[in-house]
């Protein structure tokens, strides 16, 4: 680790003359489209390649390409943060590493890759979680570029992002540019926070999660993936007790299968294949090399046009659909006024008299803009219900079946929290 | 019986454990599957030069597993290129042939894929019979920013017969780029198509016609009433409606709105969810086409003969489905797709539909077999392709496309995308102007870059104001491969090369066009 933290010192102003002969042209001279505040020449290249810092969060499918793609754009420090070990298949598309590099943790094998590579460029990594990281680490970056797979993980680091911002000190305000992929498509979006649209805005448009209904499941199974939900949801804890299921466990995976397919053929249903198990009990998202390519190089083309003010940059959201032909499409994606991050005002929510606390949590976590696992629920006056610790959960246990209207009075506003989201949300509840 | 079950089970479980190579490329063959895969292989592919850019897509091919790449380039290694080119060993590549440096380096990606390095000079090889021979030998070949001069001769050279390799131009400078897939036809079997298709409800085949012709809502109980399945539900329902409206569906939006109330109305309890999704499902019987506008103007163009085509087998496939589609023994449409989406039934219900549509997709398999064996009697197809091809004929695509440059030569053509895509004829007419500019010598400014679009479209046209921000955009940065920019098109023209390779996707038609700047990106000059 200490070694993967060291600078290629010996490297270290490497410049050598016409390295940058190609990212000069466009430093030298603005475009036609360029701001006016634009400093050409050695003051932005002093700045680019001296004095920015900026922090990639994932080394994975994305990470990989940023990095490379930032290190030969002359940003010179860079922190990355992965808390991921290396799979053999991320070998299709994670082009730092190699097959003797699996099972090694992927921000430091990416440091070090890059490092070797491109002189003089210093590379931190850090493996670990983003929620090891406090304020005071996030305020030393001028630029954050995520390339993250977990939603939990970008609500995350954009409201912290979000709660940094401070009016009084503009250095506070650290510009996020979040990508994404699935198999041909993907997007890449620029976040001022509080100023343009968050993530948290946005949440109402990522694809809802096929859930399959638990009767479905237990009584009228029709497809191979409900023989699977079958085996991993209900009989793995029947069978296993308290046993954890784990996922990357070839034989667990062997076992869902066999007991899947054994199902299946009970109730004449095909196509339980071992790769559908594991493609449905690991969520498996498809990824290639070049959607990851096209994506990573738009957030690290917006985050040079940003250091650099050589061009305007994004405006806030590009999606792209590669499937058939090139389809992509750029537009200004709106902020939320009643988003729980950035917008302040609360949400109104219209129940029945007769809905249960129960009830309504169950709605939280079905809302598509809203999205929250295990909330905690708390009125001005009382605690409503708490997932934690346990005295308060067992304390606040019977509200559960109460109904809403007998803890809340009409127009009176609900605070939901939960342990995995660094925000809290407000509800201000009408009845019909 | 049993016994038997259980052995089958244990000799499954004996090989389930996937073997590394499709652990590795486990992500890909979820959207390519192993005949992709066996594609892309089975690929070897020139690329004219070990520019930033050209190393960016053959990353994202070497990757995923091509079977070769050769990089063509005499050119050694400038300091320019040591800083922006990651497949490179920084400068200690200066000086070195670029070629020789980079190959390694992605061989590295992936140790199953094949590549070298050839220093020869692309235009001498084209002035010989046997350097021709060797630049036709590839699946695929791409080249980024070649001369003016070089990429008319090699275009011109790969258009002269269909079955030479596709050509892939592509053309960068600062933030902005365009690129071109010339190719005289390409098909797909495999398009991967997200729309649905036909379930035949409007038509329905004998079996699931009976199937719901006896069934009798008044004769169910609650629990079988509830689990219908929805496909039945809008039969019964159609047979209604035509009975009552003179054989006809329904047409009009007033029409459509009382069917699908009738359909809920047919709902006993509130929770049954087969009824919501029946009339959620009801604009099946509106839309449902025996034959899709698209694939009926495949099945209306003259007919190619496959004897004289490189692509014989799909020719044949697509007069056999032409036979099939009018074959009074059949359906009157094209042949049934045995998937079945899921529906709101219990498993027994749902197994009987499935093996329902299996078994009339089986019958139908077979006429088309039949047919095609009447028409081309000495034609060998594989089986599994006709199998893929009747799966798929809802969804098959034939894309016909012109030599690179017949845009650029197309008054008409050019003038009225100027009108509808003026930002994206713009960029891509200053890109032409801009190799003119650089093949002649002459100094890159705006105004030159100008006055070349201006020769190209014609004195009378009038320029679209968005041709300033594009020359000025490329007299900024003539030669610059920015990295950003060279990362962006590898994964663009790598992506398309896949399509190409594999014949699943749709490829771009048309020079698309990208511009980093206000980061969009579009198509123009489709072949009509």
Known sequence: MAAAVATNGAAVAADWPGRYHHIDQVLDTPGPRTDPSFQAGDEVKEFLRDKCKILVIGAGGLGCEILANLALSGFKDIHVIDMDTIDISNLNRQF????????????????????????????????GKIQDKDEDYYMQFNLVICGLDSVEARRWINATLVNMV????????????DGGTEGFKGQARVILPTISSCYECSLDMLNKPTAFPICTIANTPRLPEHCIEWASVLEWPRVHGDKKMDTDDPEHIGWLYKTALARAKEFN?????????????????????????????????????IATSSAAYLNNYFMLIGTDGVYSFTFEHEKRPECPVCGGEAVDLTISKGMTVDKLIETLVERQDIQIKKPSLSSPTKQIYFQAPPQLEEATRPNLEKPVSELVEEGGEITVTATSLPFSLSLRIHYT | MLQNESQTLDEATMSIQPDSKTRRYDRQLRLWAASGQAALESSRILVTAGSATSTSVLKNLVLPGIGHFTILDAAPTTPADAGNNFFLNANASIGKPRAEEAVPLLRELNESVDGVADTRDLEALLQTDEGRKYVTSFTLVIAHNLPAKTLEQLSTLLWQDPTYPPLMVVRSAGFLADFYIQFHEHCIIESHSETAPS???????????AWADSTDYDKLDPTEHAHIPFALILIKEADKW??????????????????????????????????????????????????????QALLDAPPVDPRSSPNAAFHALLQTLRAFVHDPAGPGCLPLTATLPD??????????????YKEQARVENARFKELLKEKFPDLPIEEAVVDAFVKNSHHIKLLRGRPFGAFDRDA???????????????????????????????EVTAEALTAGVQDLVGPDVELPDELDAAVGELARAPTADLPNT????????????????????????????????????GTVGAPQ
């Open chain 1, 166 to 177: 401070d009016p009084e000190n503009p250095e506070s305000l650290k510009p996020l540019i």
């Open chain 2, 343 to 356: 529906m709101k039934t219990d498993t027994e219900s749902y197994v009987r539909l499935q093996r329902m």
């Open chain 2, 412 to 442: 008409e053509a050019l003038a009225s995308a100027l009108q509808i895509f003026p930002k994206e004829t713009a960029t891509h007419l200053a890109f032409t102007a801009l190799s003119a500019l650089l093949a002649r010598g002459t």
């Open chain 2, 486 to 521: 060279a990362a962006f098109l590898g994964g663009m023209v790598a992506q398309e090369a896949i399509k190409l390779l594999t014949k699943q996707y749709v490829p771009v038609n048309g020079y698309c066009v990208v511009d980093l700047v206000d980061s969009w990106t």
């Open chain 2, 242 to 295: 035509r009975a009552e409206h003179g054989g006809a569906l329904p047409k009009a939006y007033a029409e459509q709105k009382a069917f699908k109330a009738d359909v809920r109305a047919r709902q006993r309890k509130l929770d049954e969810e087969n009824f919501e999704e029946a009339e959620a499902q009801a604009v099946r019987m509106w839309t449902e086409k025996a034959v899709s506008s698209d694939i």
């Open chain 2, 199 to 209: 379930l035949r409800l409007t038509k329905p085949f004998p079996a699931l016609q």
């Open chain 1, 269 to 305: 249903i095909e196509g339980v294949t071992y790769s559908l198990t594991q493609g449905v009990v690991k969520n498996i998202i498809p990824a290639i090399a070049s959607t990851n390519a096209i994506i990573a190089a738009s957030c690290c083309n917006e985050a040079f046009k």
């Open chain 1, 96 to 127: 730092l590493f190699r097959s003797k590099d699996v099972g090694k943790p992927k921000a430091l094998v990416a440091a070090e890759s890059i490092m070797t590579r491109v002189p003089g460029v210093k590379i931190t990594p850090y493996y």
